[in-house]
């Protein structure tokens, strides 16, 4: 497979305006037709330890959710068995009748997240685009882009 820039005028032959890329010269020892497993087959030896390292971990951590999910079930089936589901559709919260609903915690939850999303989408668009786009002078885009960065390796 190569790519083909459009063909220039004939003046800018020689030039890197006329040059092709071709996908071979930057994947020695790949054909041009492969699929991920022959990439797989024909990648040097540290790449097949990290793409089986990366599989590892990663089944690893899939694995944990899903016995993180499970110990969770096993733990809050006896309140799940003697009160039901439907605490998490009441609004009731009485300690001393052992009623307790969930849903103003939940619907407290939802909107608080909803009006914090609000202000936060827009001014956060509208500094990316602001300090990633040329609509400020360098001098003072880079002391901008230094403070959001300072910002945000502060944990929440």
Excluded: H
């Amino acid at each position: 497979m190569e790519v083909v820039f459009n063909k220039p005028p004939p003046f800018l032959a020689n030039t890197p305006a006329a040059m092709t890329i071709s996908t071979t010269d930057l994947r020695p020892g790949i054909p041009e037709e492969d699929s991920i497993l022959d990439r797989k087959r024909a990648a040097i030896p540290i790449d097949r330890l990290f793409i089986n390292f990366s599989l590892c971990v990663s089944l690893t951590v899939l694995g944990l959710l899903l016995w993180l999910g499970f110990v969770i079930f096993q733990q809050a089936a006896p309140a799940i068995g003697q009160y039901g589901l439907g605490f998490l559709f009441n609004q009731e919260w009485d300690v001393n009748n052992l009623v307790f609903g969930a849903l103003p915690y939940i619907y407290g939850t939802l909107v608080s997240s909803a009006i914090a999303l609000s202000f936060a989408v827009p001014i956060g668009l509208a500094v990316a685009i602001l300090t990633s786009e040329d609509f400020l002078p360098i001098w003072m885009r880079d002391p901008i882009v230094f403070l959001i960065e300072l910002i945000a390796s502060i944990p929440a």
